[in-house]
């Protein structure tokens, strides 16, 4: 079964529309396209929908659904961030992540560029990357209860600028016991984490995420995945598939979660 439960279109930040989405879908001979546009935001976040934007945005993807019916599986979803404001719906799934970190008051961008990240670090964390990064995965392993999520996304997104280790190093003992304990949180919620590459198909990291050895610990704590790829546009839809499975399989994973009618089960990778 090829998906994508990972897809943004321009009711958000995204280049396309449901439409043009699921026909590029259809091309691709995909089995199952989920939309998952950023729900409203308490934080300041331009690539979140507003409240009144939401029912547009369902109204397309439920018109998509119902015209490519027998051809396109489509799922109705949302993202929500840790600092989500009401989305006004049931919702086929949920995507929980991690865009912001609140510190005094102020809600730190993640990855929104290079630039806004460091002067975070820099002028909220003292320069200290691992604080950040504590508090980073603090809130990751509160996405669950948070958000009611069915799926983490982008687990490490912190590192997105950080390519080969290039800012700080995530070997670091307190980098990697900021991470481990979220994934000790998140195994005992029984959520599945994505295999995401869409850093990838926009330039930033030559791999998915999560890096090698957090997948391999994902493993170790029989989290179960999904592969997707945060796609932006339509042309992205499928990008690098065959290199994330083949990531996953290297570290352990024999099956990844799809999602169907009725509800998520296991498939073959």
């Given amino acids: 079964m090829i998906q994508n439960l990972h897809s943004h279109t321009t009711f958000c930040d995204g280049r396309n529309t449901p439409e043009e989405m699921a026909g590029a879908a259809v091309r691709l001979g995909m089995d199952?396209?989920?939309?998952?546009?950023?729900?409203?935001s308490?934080?300041?976040?331009?690539?979140?929908?507003?409240?009144?934007?939401?029912?547009a945005y369902r109204e397309a993807v439920l018109r998509v659904k119902e015209k490519y019916a027998g051809r396109l599986e489509v799922f109705l979803g949302i993202e929500r961030d840790w600092f989500w404001a009401p989305d006004g719906g049931d919702w086929d799934y949920v995507i929980g992540s991690v865009h912001y970190v609140e510190k005094d008051g102020a809600y730190l961008g993640v990855d929104h560029s290079e630039k806004v990240f460091l002067k975070n670090v820099e002028q909220r964390c003292g320069g200290d990357f691992y604080a950040f990064a504590e508090d980073y995965y603090r809130l990751v392993g509160e996405?669950?209860?948070r958000t009611g999520c069915q799926i983490v996304g982008h687990f490490d997104l912190i590192t997105k600028f950080n390519e080969g280790n290039r800012l700080f190093d995530t070997g670091h003992p307190r980098y990697v016991s900021a991470a481990l304990d979220a994934l000790?949180?998140?195994?005992?919620?029984?959520?599945?984490?994505?295999?995401?590459?869409?850093?990838m198909s926009r330039g930033y990291r030559s791999a998915p995420y999560p890096a090698p050895a957090l997948l391999?610990?994902?493993?170790?704590?029989?989290?179960p995945i999904c592969i997707t790829s945060d796609s932006h546009s339509a042309d992205a839809l499928l990008h690098a598939f065959p290199?994330?499975?083949?990531?996953?399989?290297?570290?352990?994973?024999?099956?990844r979660m799809v999602l169907t009618r009725e509800g998520f089960v296991p498939a073959a990778l």
Avoid: W
């Avoid at 308490?42 to 939401?54: E, G, I, K, L, Y």
């Avoid at 005992?188 to 850093?199: D, L, P, S, Y």
């Avoid at 290199?243 to 099956?255: F, I, K, M, P, W």
């Fill in 32 to 40: 199952a396209l989920g939309f998952s546009g950023h729900g409203p």
């Fill in 42 to 55: 308490n934080a300041p976040d331009d690539a979140a929908m507003a409240r009144s934007t939401v029912p």
């Fill in 143 to 145: 996405v669950p209860e």
């Fill in 184 to 199: 000790d949180r998140l195994a005992e919620k029984g959520v599945i984490c994505e295999i995401n590459t869409g850093a």
């Fill in 216 to 223: 391999r610990a994902m493993r170790e704590r029989n989290i």
């Fill in 243 to 255: 290199q994330a499975v083949g990531l996953v399989r290297s570290c352990g994973y024999r099956e």
